[in-house]
C-alpha cells in the first residue's frame, strides 16, 4: 500500500471548520473537549490499516499553512485579521490523539483536547481512513466506471426541465474516494455544469480551482453550548445569538437537526427567522423537514421565498431533482451533494463519522432526526437531554 501523503495542506478541510474555529477563538477559546470515531459500515475491519493511519496523522500534524494559503484565508472578508494571525502560528498536535481498538475489537480514534486547538482534526482524519481503506483495498481501480457515472449525472442535469436551476454545492471531502478524484470530480462539473456548480466546501479545491468556498456551521458547534450556554433548554437559542454576533448577517444558513427539527423549530422564532438566511437539513425526510421549515416561515408572516432551504443529508442527483422539482417554485434551494459525487466509483465507499461526545467535562449529543445517526456515549444524559427537549 502506498504511503504517499494523503492531505498536503491544511486547506484539504471544509469551510466550515474554519468558520466554527473563528468563532471558538473570539467566544469559548478555553473550551476543552472529546472527539469519537465511528464506522458505521458493518463487516469492515481497519485494524490492519493502523499503522499506516497513524503515519498519514503524524504527516498532517507536521503541516503549517503556506504564506500563500494565508494570503487566500486573508482575502475571506469574513474571516477577520486576528483569526488569521491565529493561523499563521497554527499546526496541529499529535497529543491529542489517541488510536487503539475498542472493546469490539474494533478501530477507535479519539481526539481530546482544546476545542480551538482539535476542531481541524475531524475533516482529515476521515479523509485519511477513507483513502488508506481504498488505497488498501481497490489499489489500482480503474476509474472508467467512475467517470461514467458522473457523465451520467451530468446528462441527467442537462436533459430534465428543471436542471438549469439546480444549485450544486460539493460536500464530499470527509468520504471521498481519494484527494485526485476530488479534484477529478470538481474540474469535470466547472467545466460541464458550471451553472450549477455554486461552489465547494473544501477550502483547498476552491484555492486551486478559483471555485467559491462554502460553509456555515456543524453539529458540534451547537452540541458544545449544552455544556456552554446558561441552560440546557436555552443551549440553541445561545448557540445561534453567539453566531449572529460573529458574522453579522454573514453565513447566515442554521443547522436544525441537532436535538431534531421540532425543538428546533420551537427555538427558531422570528427573531432569529429574519436573521438567518436559511436553514439546512441534515437527517430525517427531506420532504418532511421542507414542508415543515415553509409553514413555519408562513406562520411567522416570512416569505419562504425569501429564504433557503440547504439540503445535505445523503443527497444524489436524482433526489435533489426531486425536491427541485417539489419545492422550487415555494422558496429557494441548494444542494450539498457529497458521498455521491466524490466516492460513486463503483466500490461501496465507508459510512464513518467523528463527532463531538464531550465538552468541559460534560456529556453532550446529538439527537437526529434519522435512527442510526444519534451518538452519545452516556445514556443517562442522552435521555436528560430527550426530557428537557420534550423529544419522543
Same mark, same amino acid.
Given at each position: 500500500?502506498?504511503?504517499?501523503?494523503?492531505?498536503?495542506?491544511?486547506?484539504?478541510?471544509?469551510?466550515?471548520?474554519?468558520?466554527?474555529?473563528?468563532?471558538?477563538?473570539?467566544?469559548?477559546?478555553?473550551?476543552?473537549?472529546?472527539?469519537?470515531?465511528?464506522?458505521?459500515?458493518?463487516?469492515?475491519?481497519?485494524?490492519?490499516?493502523?499503522?499506516?493511519?497513524?503515519?498519514?496523522?503524524?504527516?498532517?500534524?507536521?503541516l503549517k499553512f503556506t504564506e500563500n494559503e494565508i494570503h487566500y484565508l486573508s482575502?475571506?472578508?469574513?474571516?477577520?485579521?486576528?483569526?488569521?494571525?491565529?493561523?499563521?502560528?497554527?499546526?496541529?498536535?499529535?497529543?491529542?490523539?489517541?488510536?487503539?481498538?475498542?472493546?469490539?475489537?474494533?478501530?477507535?480514534?479519539?481526539?481530546?483536547?482544546?476545542?480551538?486547538?482539535?476542531?481541524?482534526?475531524?475533516?482529515?482524519?476521515?479523509?485519511?481512513?477513507?483513502?488508506?481503506?481504498?488505497?488498501?483495498?481497490?489499489?489500482?481501480?480503474?476509474?472508467?466506471k467512475g467517470k461514467q457515472r458522473l457523465k451520467e449525472k451530468t446528462?441527467?442535469?442537462?436533459?430534465?426541465?428543471?436542471?438549469?436551476?439546480?444549485?450544486?454545492?460539493?460536500?464530499?471531502?470527509?468520504?471521498?474516494?481519494?484527494?485526485?478524484?476530488?479534484?477529478?470530480?470538481?474540474?469535470?462539473?466547472?467545466?460541464?455544469?458550471?451553472?450549477?456548480?455554486?461552489?465547494?466546501?473544501?477550502?483547498?479545491?476552491?484555492?486551486?480551482?478559483?471555485?467559491?468556498?462554502?460553509?456555515?456551521?456543524?453539529?458540534?458547534?451547537?452540541?458544545?453550548?449544552?455544556?456552554?450556554?446558561?441552560?440546557?433548554?436555552?443551549?440553541?437559542? &445561545?448557540?445561534?445569538?453567539?453566531?449572529?454576533?460573529?458574522?453579522?448577517?454573514?453565513?447566515?444558513?442554521?443547522?436544525?437537526?441537532?436535538?431534531?427539527?421540532?425543538?428546533?423549530?420551537?427555538?427558531?422564532?422570528?427573531?432569529?427567522?429574519?436573521?438567518?438566511?436559511?436553514?439546512?437539513?441534515?437527517?430525517?425526510?427531506?420532504?418532511?423537514?421542507?414542508?415543515?421549515?415553509?409553514?413555519?416561515?408562513?406562520?411567522?408572516?416570512?416569505?419562504?421565498?425569501?429564504?433557503?432551504?440547504?439540503?445535505?443529508?445523503?443527497?444524489?442527483?436524482?433526489? &435533489?431533482?426531486?425536491?427541485?422539482?417539489?419545492?422550487?417554485?415555494?422558496?429557494?434551494?441548494?444542494?450539498?451533494?457529497?458521498?455521491?459525487?466524490?466516492?460513486?466509483?463503483?466500490?461501496?465507499?465507508?459510512?464513518?463519522?467523528?463527532?463531538?461526545?464531550?465538552?468541559?467535562?460534560?456529556?453532550?449529543?446529538?439527537?437526529?432526526?434519522?435512527?442510526?445517526?444519534?451518538?452519545?456515549?452516556?445514556?443517562?444524559?442522552?435521555?436528560?437531554?430527550?426530557?428537557?427537549?420534550?423529544?419522543?
Amino acid at each position: 500500500m502506498s504511503s504517499k501523503p494523503i492531505i498536503k495542506s491544511l486547506l484539504d478541510t471544509d469551510l466550515y471548520k474554519l468558520t466554527m474555529m473563528q468563532a471558538v477563538l473570539h467566544n469559548s477559546p478555553a473550551a476543552e473537549v472529546e472527539y469519537l470515531f465511528k464506522c458505521r459500515t458493518e463487516d469492515v475491519d481497519l485494524i490492519p490499516l493502523t499503522a499506516e493511519i497513524k503515519k498519514q496523522i503524524s504527516v498532517l500534524c507536521d503541516l503549517k499553512f503556506t504564506e500563500n494559503e494565508i494570503h487566500y484565508l486573508s482575502n475571506i472578508y469574513y474571516l477577520k485579521p486576528d483569526f488569521i494571525q491565529f493561523l499563521k502560528l497554527f499546526q496541529m498536535n499529535e497529543q491529542y490523539i489517541h488510536i487503539g481498538k475498542d472493546e469490539d475489537g474494533q478501530l477507535d480514534i479519539k481526539v481530546k483536547g482544546p476545542w480551538l486547538h482539535t476542531i481541524l482534526f475531524e475533516v482529515p482524519i476521515l479523509a485519511i481512513v477513507e483513502e488508506v481503506y481504498s488505497r488498501h483495498f481497490y489499489a489500482g481501480i480503474d476509474l472508467k466506471k467512475g467517470k461514467q457515472r458522473l457523465k451520467e449525472k451530468t446528462n441527467k442535469i442537462k436533459t430534465h426541465t428543471l436542471g438549469h436551476k439546480l444549485k450544486i454545492m460539493e460536500f464530499g471531502t470527509r468520504r471521498r474516494f481519494s484527494r485526485e478524484w476530488q479534484k477529478q470530480v470538481l474540474e469535470h462539473l466547472s467545466k460541464n455544469n458550471l451553472e450549477n456548480l455554486v461552489g465547494t466546501s473544501n477550502v483547498l479545491s476552491a484555492y486551486e480551482l478559483g471555485l467559491t468556498p462554502l460553509g456555515t456551521m456543524a453539529h458540534e458547534y451547537l452540541q458544545a453550548f449544552q455544556a456552554l450556554g446558561p441552560r440546557l433548554i436555552d443551549s440553541q437559542k &445561545a448557540a445561534l445569538e453567539a453566531w449572529t454576533k460573529e458574522y453579522r448577517g454573514d453565513l447566515g444558513i442554521a443547522l436544525t437537526d441537532v436535538v431534531g427539527i421540532d425543538a428546533f423549530l420551537k427555538d427558531f422564532d422570528k427573531y432569529f427567522a429574519k436573521l438567518f438566511d436559511g436553514v439546512r437539513h441534515d437527517s430525517g425526510c427531506p420532504f418532511e423537514w421542507a414542508n415543515k421549515m415553509i409553514v413555519h416561515y408562513e406562520k411567522l408572516s416570512i416569505d419562504p421565498m425569501t429564504k433557503t432551504l440547504v439540503f445535505s443529508d445523503g443527497l444524489d442527483i436524482s433526489l &435533489a431533482l426531486e425536491l427541485l422539482s417539489e419545492f422550487h417554485e415555494k422558496t429557494n434551494l441548494l444542494f450539498g451533494i457529497g458521498t455521491n459525487l466524490t466516492n460513486d466509483v463503483g466500490v461501496k465507499p465507508l459510512s464513518i463519522v467523528i463527532k463531538m461526545i464531550e465538552c468541559n467535562g460534560q456529556p453532550v449529543a446529538k439527537i437526529s432526526d434519522s435512527p442510526g445517526k444519534t451518538m452519545c456515549e452516556d445514556e443517562a444524559y442522552l435521555d436528560y437531554l430527550r426530557k428537557v427537549f420534550e423529544i419522543k
